[in-house]
């Protein structure tokens, strides 16, 4: 019986099929030998145990189209972080560094800024004019208020989506309002530390009506680059693109070297410098990794 893995708990794995609704399930001992884990999202075949108390085992894991592993999730149409508009303030940084790794493993994202009946129309619109040049859907929701959830909810529909996003946004508010099947804990952001308590303990697959599904997540502080490259990270800034072939010098940075077509556009407005340094912070993160790599070897 063929079904998908909407949740992993302490080893086992439950399944969701068509045909049957949910078994709870446990591997089989040879994807260990074969260093191959169960994620959330795996489309699998199980064997049925008992159909009565609904136990199986995962017999196979089915080739995926792509993986993320922090989180540790598989088969993804599109990444949805959602990051508050205030309280907290959004660390665009974490923003930009979660939307470089979703670029480099080819899974499109879309933003989602919640608490918007926080903020002013020049905040928002400020927010707007920053990612407006990605090329990717910008949304502006209140879980408080209900507003822009509809938009929301037709982003989702015919995908499986992957909800991210650091403790205190709202994610689990939102993810209660696009889909009623488990209603997802809420909690307050503290005012000592300006930040929220991380109300999701495991990942979980959720159906959000129709053919719609949304991978919930646990909250992130912070976002590994992986096995990105100072040299590549540009590539990962949608908005450098249309102005890299115009570098003078092949394998530009654009950093510091004249005739570089990226900071020219910079200069004229064409990329936003919020977004810009981002890129900087970034570049000399990697930079620094790289060195201290080569000082352990």
Not at 202 to 224: K, N, Q, V
Request: glycine share 10%.
């Amino acid at each position: 019986m063929e079904g998908k893995i909407i949740k992993g708990v302490s080893g086992f794995y439950y399944v969701h099929t068509a045909e049957s609704g949910t078994y709870e399930c446990k591997a089989k001992g040879i994807f260990r030998s074969q260093n191959r884990k169960p994620l959330i999202g795996d489309c699998v075949e199980i064997a049925v145990l008992d159909e009565k108390e609904k136990k199986g085992n995962v017999i196979e894991i089915y080739p995926r189209k792509n993986a993320l592993f922090r989180p540790a999730v598989a088969n993804i149409d599109q990444a949805l972080v959602i990051f508050a508009a205030a309280q907290p303030e959004p660390n665009l940084n974490l923003l930009d560094r979660f939307l470089a790794v979703m670029r480099f493993q080819n899974v499109p994202a879309a933003v989602c800024f919640n608490k918007t009946d926080l903020v002013s129309e020049e905040v928002k619109n400020n927010l707007a004019d920053i990612y407006s040049g990605l090329g990717i859907p910008v949304l502006f929701v209140s879980a408080k208020e209900g507003t822009g959830i509809d938009a929301l909810s037709g982003l989702l529909q015919g995908k499986t989506s992957a909800v991210a996003g650091p403790s205190g946004a709202g994610k689990s508010s939102i993810v209660n309002l696009v889909q009623q099947e488990e209603q997802m804990e809420t909690g307050a952001v503290s005012k000592k530390i300006g930040r929220g308590k991380n109300t999701t303990r495991h990942a979980r697959l959720l159906c959000a009506g129709g053919d719609a599904y949304i991978m919930d997540t646990p909250g992130f502080g912070s976002l590994e680059l992986q096995k990105l490259t100072a040299k590549g990270l540009w590539s990962c800034y949608p908005e450098f693109l249309p102005f890299e072939p115009s570098c003078r010098f092949t394998g530009c940075s654009h950093i510091c070297e004249p005739g570089c077509g990226v900071r020219e556009a910079l200069k004229e407005g064409k990329i936003h410098r919020q977004r810009y340094e981002t890129y900087t912070a970034l570049y000399q993160e990697l930079k620094e990794a790289q060195k201290q790599r080569k000082k352990n070897i």
